[in-house]
């Protein structure tokens, strides 16, 4: 069954990590998106939409989505969101974007969610999700709001009435909607809030010359992504082992040097976002698990410079519990030597607890 032209889209996909850029651009591409750009980071991005911008060139359409991550060193994706959003040299406010982040927590996906996301992808994500994420953008784009503080898709996924502090609509006499600019122009001066119903130009574009929303994202696609996925598994093996190395490196400079120990957790604590992200994806869970606790012992609280010599040796055991899991090529839940992994790491947390 004939699915959406997916060839036709342009995307720019934002990632500071070289594998899991890969990752995404080798799932887009068995997808046939079209053109698939790339950026290292929020500022890379920026200085692309610009130039695309500028150039205007023929046969070269503007970017129609932009897929993430959210945390990344220089600008972040929070930042390159707030740009996209409210710069005037942005070149479409309006524009799709999915944010990823192995950050889920509420207050992270609230403070997002605020600055105009249009869809938030969990790590570790799955093609299936990818796909998801891709077709509600093309299919369901919400609304944008303009209020005093505010510009994105709205808030609300529901038309459901909302009470007491999440309150967030005017009395709706005092909203004006915007179909066309030449409709903005007709505005009422007194309006205390914009809500855009502007064409749904990304569904527009993949219906174009035989396009078909009966078959959605064609699934013989997703399974050729799939495959894909499964065919980057030894370099996934490869990547972690990498940052092992990397995370070696770094408590041994901080066993070393205490007075600057703290800075090596930082190090570690980016690498151990990056480990928590995709374990799942790989068939290596384990790795999403070592990698989130990795994560939550690392983050020092802001000033914090003192790191003590129990907490190196709590990070150890997380450093040798990744590498043990890799060795052994232990997946799934990885039976009697996962339990066995997970159960040494458990103790080693109740000792720096003090239990």
Same mark, same amino acid.
């Given at each position: 069954?004939?699915?959406y032209?997916?060839?036709?889209?342009? !995307?720019?996909?934002?990632e500071?990590?070289?594998?899991?850029?890969?990752?995404?651009?080798?799932?887009?591409?068995?997808?046939?998106?079209?053109?698939?750009?790339?950026?290292?980071?929020?500022?890379? =991005? !920026?200085?692309? $939409? #610009?130039?695309?911008?500028? $150039?205007g060139?023929?046969?070269?359409?503007?970017?129609?989505?932009i897929?993430?991550?959210?945390?990344?060193?220089?600008?972040?994706?929070?930042?390159?969101? %707030?740009?996209?959003?409210?710069?005037?040299?942005?070149?479409?406010?309006? &524009?799709?974007?999915?944010?990823?982040?192995?950050?889920?927590?509420r207050?992270?996906?609230?403070?997002?969610?605020?600055?105009?996301?249009?869809?938030?992808?969990? #790590?570790?994500?799955?093609?299936?999700?990818? =796909?998801?994420?891709?077709?509600?953008?093309?299919?369901?784009?919400?609304?944008?709001?303009?209020?005093? /503080?505010y510009?994105?898709?709205?808030?609300?996924?529901?038309?459901?009435?909302?009470?007491?502090?999440?309150?967030?609509?005017?009395?709706?006499?005092?909203?004006?909607?915007?179909?066309?600019?030449?409709?903005?122009?007709?505005?009422?001066?007194?309006a205390?809030?914009?809500?855009?119903? +502007?064409?749904?130009?990304?569904?527009?574009?993949?219906?174009?010359?035989g396009?078909?929303?009966?078959?959605g994202?064609?699934?013989?696609?997703?399974?050729?992504?799939? &495959?894909?996925?499964?065919?980057m598994?030894?370099?996934?093996?490869?990547?972690?082992?990498?940052?092992?190395?990397?995370?070696?490196?770094?408590?041994?400079?901080?066993?070393?040097?205490?007075?600057?120990?703290?800075?090596? $957790?930082?190090?570690?604590?980016?690498? =151990?976002h990056?480990?928590?992200?995709?374990?799942a994806?790989?068939?290596?869970?384990?790795?999403?698990?070592?990698?989130?606790? +990795?994560?939550?012992?690392?983050?020092?609280?802001?000033?914090?410079?003192?790191?003590?010599?129990?907490? $190196?040796?709590?990070?150890?055991?997380?450093? /040798?519990?990744? %590498?043990?899991? &890799?060795?052994?090529?232990? #997946?799934?839940?990885?039976?009697?030597?996962?339990?066995?992994?997970? %159960? &040494?790491?458990?103790?080693?947390?109740? #000792?720096?607890?003090?239990g």
């Amino acid at each position: 069954m004939a699915g959406y032209r997916l060839d036709r889209l342009s !995307i720019l996909l934002v990632e500071d990590s070289e594998f899991i850029r890969n990752l995404l651009f080798s799932v887009l591409r068995s997808m046939e998106v079209g053109h698939i750009h790339t950026a290292r980071d929020g500022a890379e =991005a !920026i200085e692309f $939409l #610009k130039s695309r911008a500028r $150039l205007g060139m023929p046969g070269q359409g503007p970017v129609d989505l932009i897929i993430s991550d959210l945390i990344m060193p220089n600008m972040d994706g929070a930042m390159l969101l %707030r740009w996209v959003r409210r710069h005037e040299e942005s070149p479409d406010r309006f &524009m799709p974007f999915i944010m990823i982040s192995g950050a889920v927590d509420r207050d992270r996906v609230a403070a997002i969610r605020d600055l105009g996301v249009s869809e938030f992808l969990a #790590k570790p994500f799955t093609v299936r999700a990818i =796909a998801t994420h891709l077709q509600a953008a093309i299919e369901n784009p919400r609304p944008f709001i303009y209020t005093q /503080d505010y510009f994105g898709p709205d808030r609300r996924r529901t038309d459901q009435p909302i009470s007491g502090e999440d309150q967030r609509s005017p009395d709706k006499s005092k909203i004006a909607v915007v179909y066309t600019a030449r409709s903005l122009r007709s505005a009422p001066a007194d309006a205390r809030a914009w809500m855009f119903r +502007l064409p749904n130009r990304l569904k527009d574009k993949v219906l174009a010359f035989g396009g078909s929303t009966a078959g959605g994202i064609d699934p013989e696609l997703l399974k050729a992504a799939e &495959m894909q996925v499964k065919q980057m598994a030894d370099d996934y093996a490869d990547w972690v082992r990498s940052y092992v190395t990397q995370l070696q490196a770094s408590h041994k400079q901080a066993v070393e040097d205490p007075p600057k120990a703290f800075l090596q $957790l930082g190090e570690m604590n980016q690498v =151990a976002h990056e480990l928590r992200g995709q374990g799942a994806t790989f068939g290596y869970p384990l790795i999403t698990t070592f990698g989130r606790s +990795l994560h939550e012992y690392t983050t020092l609280e802001r000033d914090v410079t003192d790191v003590s010599p129990e907490l $190196l040796e709590l990070i150890k055991a997380h450093i /040798d519990g990744i %590498r043990a899991v &890799m060795a052994e090529k232990v #997946k799934g839940d990885g039976g009697a030597i996962g339990k066995e992994l997970v %159960r &040494m790491l458990n103790l080693a947390v109740k #000792k720096y607890k003090g239990g």
